[in-house]
């Protein structure tokens, strides 16, 4: 009966923390898809431009609450993804106990409405969860190296623990939870003051400041554009049967910082020079995704090269700065290619 009632109405997800950079970029997907979108973000990194676009549009609902208080919908959901969490190291670190709140008891409480509901629940994990890994490139079946004392353990912790949650209800056959392990991540509605390398190298070269760079610049990252990182997400909460284990989803191109905010100097044409500063405590020395896993399950592979999805998002921060940094700057960015360096025609 449940399911014969289910049939016969729309499908409706729930986006939680769906005025995020990420949450925002989910809820139009999934409204270009047919779905009727639940969007609940309580606006403490989420921003309301982020939705504007979307807000009048036929089967979106937004609703501003904490997921840290149980959601009342008053009304069924088929799915749920849980992206609601500050993601940068500054923002989570400003209320470290309320990031372990909203990554454990908000988990809880959407792990609970998915068991109501019948609903499948997609868990917004992080490549946070190893660490600084002393496994490289990271893989799934690796438990980390992680600092549970640390400024940094709210977020590494607290996802880590809510990991365990979703796999002790899957386990437990009280909700069908996917887990997607996301590496970093940019693109156009980056908040330019997260605190995130990519929103503040390109701040910094538009606003003619010095690039900060901290340790010796050497430190690797890998760098997903929005679009691709949602396709993955798509196709993991899609995928039948229920694969079971976390799923990572990242680009496995490597960079370094300094080789990336060359990138940046080059195409925004900035003359800011770069700066060191200490590194902080327990930041990773290398992070990069083995993503077999998610080529087998899902065949999904990231499409847009590094140097093509930086110029799309400065294009973004240009536009957002209200043209501020010029027009000139703004035709640079969209068009510039790394020239020297061997950095040209990068690979994703």
Not at 156 to 171: I, V
Not at 218 to 234: A, E, K, N, P
């Amino acid at each position: 009966m449940r399911q014969t009632k289910k049939a016969q109405r729309a499908k409706t997800v729930l986006v939680a923390g769906g005025a995020g950079f990420l949450g925002s970029h989910l809820c139009e997907a999934l409204l270009r898809d047919g779905w009727r979108v639940i969007c609940a973000d309580n606006f403490l990194t989420g921003r309301m431009e982020n939705i504007n676009a979307i807000m009048d549009q036929p089967g979106f609902r937004l609703i501003e609450q904490d997921i840290c208080r149980p959601l009342d919908l008053g009304e069924p959901v088929d799915r749920i993804f849980n992206l609601a969490c500050a993601a940068s190291p500054p923002r989570y670190q400003a209320d470290p106990i309320h990031t372990t709140r909203t990554c454990v008891i908000g988990t809880l409480n959407l792990l609970e409405l998915a068991a109501r509901n019948d609903a499948l629940l997609l868990q917004a994990s992080t490549s946070e969860v190893y660490g600084d890994p002393e496994q490289h490139p990271q893989r799934e079946d690796y438990v980390g190296h992680v600092n549970c004392t640390g400024p940094r353990a709210c977020y590494d912790e607290g996802k880590r623990t809510a990991e365990t949650l979703c796999f002790d209800y899957l386990r437990a056959g009280k909700a069908d939870v996917r887990v997607a392990r996301i590496f970093n991540t940019y693109g156009p509605r980056m908040d330019p003051a997260d605190g995130r390398i990519v929103s503040n190298l390109i701040m910094q070269a538009l606003e003619k400041r010095p690039l900060t760079i901290f340790g010796d610049g050497m430190q690797t990252r890998s760098f997903c554009y929005v679009s691709d990182l949602i396709d993955g997400l798509m196709g993991l909460m899609d995928i039948n049967p229920n694969p079971g284990k976390p799923v990572n989803l990242g680009n496995p191109g490597e960079f370094t910082i300094v080789r990336l905010a060359a990138m940046i100097k080059a195409m925004t044409g900035t003359k800011s020079d770069m700066t060191f500063l200490p590194l902080p405590q327990d930041d990773p020395r290398r992070r990069q995704p083995d993503i077999s896993r998610a080529k087998a399950l899902l065949g999904w592979t990231p499409r847009v090269p590094l140097n093509e999805g930086l110029a799309r998002t400065i294009s973004y921060f240009v536009a957002l700065e209200g043209g501020s940094i010029g027009d000139q700057m703004a035709e640079r960015s969209t068009r510039a290619r790394p020239t020297s360096g061997g950095l040209q025609n990068l690979p994703a």
